[in-house]
């Protein structure tokens, strides 16, 4: 596959997009083979004569693109993704009360394996030499920052999946993997925290402790399914729970700002039928 790829009459930026689209979205989707696509990106972006078949008064490479696309996922933001899909789901009126969860269950579903995902795919990327190090030690940065919102689970199971990934080379540096993990460990302690991402942890000490021996990552609920309804009953449940409560969030919401603009319409109104004054 990968000879078929540079055999490619790549001549313009959009058909390098356009490949490099394709590579990057089945990386996400069959995380069973995120090695092997990794792989496949590293030959590329070492092969002289596949990148210079772009425009030369161009400075766009597909190593570049392919940091873009890795950019662009890993720096999504959970909120503002969640606040379009609400004002969608407002506009369209075909859209019934029942289905609303479905949509949100879908929606946390593939927000997380995306993610998740992706990190694998960064992680396997900088293994192969196709992702710099500044970089990956910006992502390890970014999500060791602590957050206080819903979304703090997913920033540290990502976080776990790219030590993993990383830390056999990253201990052979100056960076100190220590104090990351012991970070880790002590955030055991929060009472959120679910079973899944302690035990992922716990193995992340064990394996710093032994020079980072190469495990099977432990796989975070829904990351091994292709889509919400493929889960488990069991699994479905987390996600529907969720959606429940950013259900009953939204309609806090609304009838608060409903209640705001009938006492501001009610204030205009008696302002209104005040006299002027002589």
Known sequence: MTQKMMALP???????????????DRALKRQN???????????????????NLIATDTEITFQKVLLKKCHDVFYSNYQEELNKLKDTMKNDNMVKKKCLSGV??????????????????IGELFKNGAFPEKYILKCIRDLGKEKNDNNYELQMHCLCIILQS??????????????????????????????????LIKKLKIMNSKGWMDEEPVKFAGTNYNAY??????????????SKKI??????????????NVINNYKIEVRSNIPPKL
Not at 41 to 49: E, M, P, V, Y
């Open 247 to 260: 259900m009953s969030d939204w309609a806090y919401d609304e009838s608060h700002d409903h209640r705001l």
């Open 166 to 199: 990383v830390g056999l080379i990253l201990s052979k540096t100056s960076y100190d993997l220590n104090k990351k993990i012991n970070k880790l460990v002590s955030s055991m302690e929060n009472h959120g925290m679910s079973s899944t991402l302690k035990c």
């Open 10 to 24: 790549i001549n313009n930026v959009k058909l390098l997009d356009d490949i490099t689209n394709i590579i990057f």
């Open 229 to 242: 309804r493929d889960l488990p009953p069991h699994m479905q449940m987390v996600y529907r729970v969720r």
């Open 33 to 51: 083979y995120t090695h092997i696509y990794a792989q496949m990106c590293a030959r590329l972006i070492n092969d002289s004569k596949f990148n």
């Open 104 to 121: 949100l269950n879908n929606f946390l579903f593939d927000f997380q394996k995306r993610s998740i995902c992706n990190c694998r795919f």
